[in-house]
């Protein structure tokens, strides 16, 4: 059974990533259009504000499964139970903390945003604040009640409600979005579909796995345990905050809800960039904590590292190089003219963060050997650095230079530091990584050279050009990467299940 609910959850887990891709490709085109860059901007800006909030959670989620599933194995029910009431009131605390600290944001919006957003902008985000505190204030709580479903391995029931929100959400916001309902509309509908499937995952825990929740019994010794297990998870979510949400922040301060807008296009495209590398780590990673922790062997390693990472830069070599050659005429059809800046913020984003999206690997290993303290300590710092620079350089050149802070800081940190610290302290062959990058490298920067000098005499401002446009560099870049980018292995690797499909079809 929970060899059944791993794999038809990880399936599950890819049609949920094709359908978030699917939806970002085909509804926020309309929900740009019908909004309006003004509106858009008010309620990404309000967004990335709220989303600072959610850093409260302070790592605990991941927490609850991991103790969960412990207790579990060891078939201690009592403490089990006990836990899940101590974070309930922990949440709760948390909840109306953020709360406060919302409504505080509430009372100050004209204080914040007066400089460059109008009297009626800063009434709708006061209404949109409000709403999103309140949001999160309920979520808090019910949201331990996803953990636990996550920790007794109920991957399918979970992936399904996820699939389901994916699909009814834009549903819904069209059917607003056509009667005139703009961000407020959007607000509303993204609160009400969160609490239902908080409220559904919360009937899933008493109904169908039959918990118990106790209250009487808060363990302050257990609870320090699990704040130092969760801090360096509480690390990595200031540092995501500050990357991905600060910009917006600052923008809504400076420049207005415009600019706003076209950077938080950028930013959506950031999240489809990288969640191809995530579903590439997902098929190739998922018994490599066993092999590191069991395998002192750190030429293996290395070759474990080097071979992930040329199958992940197989793909993301190919992403890059499109978007460089076909990113700019796809926003503008996508998302509008009007967002035309958002393909330069997007492309400072994309070319430092390839490198950590091939390296990521990286990061089983240093938690295979419980080496997280420097990453989490390094990534940290260096975002502060970056948002010290993104706030001169935000009020100088607008998105352009929010996206040069963030930029300056994955290359710093995540690049240069990362790599530095994986041949010194880990003893992976950097050196030997890079070599084998370079020798993939001539077929993307080569073919991408040629196109970029050919497409200057060719319009691309029809999806039919565009499209055209892409299957030629495809059909072109991929026979020559194939024979000459890849190596027999990998070759193997991505035609064995093309190989095994056509054997059923074909016998």
Not at 10 to 26: D, E, H, K, T
Not at 176 to 199: D, S
Not at 317 to 328: E, V
Not at 489 to 507: H, Q, T
Request: charged share 10%; proline share 3%; glycine share 8%.
């Amino acid at each position: 059974m929970a060899v059944n609910q791993l794999k038809a959850g990880a399936f599950l887990s890819y049609v949920s990533i094709g359908l978030n891709n699917l939806v970002g490709l085909l509804y926020i085109p309309f929900m740009l259009r019908m909004m309006g860059q003004n509106e858009y901007g008010l309620y990404a800006l309000v967004a990335s504000v709220i989303a600072y909030l959610t850093v409260l959670d302070l790592g605990f989620g991941n927490a609850i499964v991991r103790y969960t599933a412990k207790f579990r194995a060891e078939g201690k029910m009592t403490e089990q139970y006990d836990m899940f009431g101590m974070f309930l009131l922990l949440y709760s605390l948390i909840g109306l903390i953020a709360f406060l600290i919302g409504l505080g944001l509430y009372f100050n919006v004209n204080a914040l945003f007066d400089r460059s957003m109008t009297a009626e902008d800063l009434d709708k985000i006061r209404i949109m604040m409000l709403l999103m505190t309140l949001n999160l204030a309920f979520t808090f709580p019910l949201s331990i009640f996803g953990s636990i479903i996550t920790a007794y391995e109920d991957f399918v029931f979970q992936k399904l409600v996820n699939i389901v929100r994916i699909i009814l959400n834009p549903l819904v916001m069209i059917i607003l979005l056509l009667m005139g309902y703009r961000a407020i509309g959007m607000v509303v509908v993204t609160t009400l579909f969160n609490i239902a499937t908080l409220l559904v995952n919360c009937w899933y825990c008493f109904h169908r796995i039959h918990i118990r929740i106790c209250l009487g019994r808060f363990q302050w010794g257990f609870l320090k345990e699990v704040s130092i297990y969760s801090f360096w998870i509480f690390l990595n979510a200031i540092m995501d905050r500050i990357y991905w949400s600060t910009g917006q922040f600052i923008l809504g301060i400076y420049k207005g809800a415009a600019t706003v807008a076209v950077y938080a296009v950028a930013i959506q495209l950031q999240g489809i960039y990288m969640s191809f590398s995530t579903a590439i780590s997902g098929v190739f990673l998922p018994r490599v904590t066993a092999m590191v922790t069991k395998e002192n062997n750190e030429k293996a390693i290395s070759d474990l590292f080097i071979r992930t990472g040329r199958i992940q830069y197989i793909v993301m070599a190919f992403m890059l190089t499109g978007f460089i050659l076909f990113g700019r005429p796809f926003i503008h059809l996508w998302a509008g003219t009007d967002y035309d800046e958002a393909y330069y913020i997007a492309l400072l984003f994309f070319v430092p963060l390839t490198v950590p999206l091939i390296q990521n690997l990286g990061i089983t290993i240093l938690q295979a050997r419980n080496q997280m303290r420097f990453r989490s300590l390094l990534y940290v710092v260096i975002a502060l650095v970056s948002l010290g620079i993104s706030i001169p350089m935000a009020r100088l050149y607008g998105g352009i230079g929010c996206a040069l802070g963030i930029a300056f800081a994955l290359v710093c940190g995540q690049i240069i530091a990362m790599n530095i610290y994986y041949h010194k302290r880990i003893h992976i062959e950097i050196i030997r990584f890079w070599i084998e990058i370079a020798k993939m490298s001539p077929i993307p920067l080569g073919l991408g050279i040629i196109f970029y000098f050919f497409l200057r005499c060719i319009p691309l401002d029809t999806v039919w050009q565009l499209g055209l446009g892409i299957v030629v560099f495809t059909v072109i870049y991929i026979p020559l990467f194939w024979f000459m980018g890849m190596n027999q292995y990998e070759r193997d690797l991505f035609s064995a299940p093309v190989k095994k499909i056509l054997g059923k079809c074909f016998r």
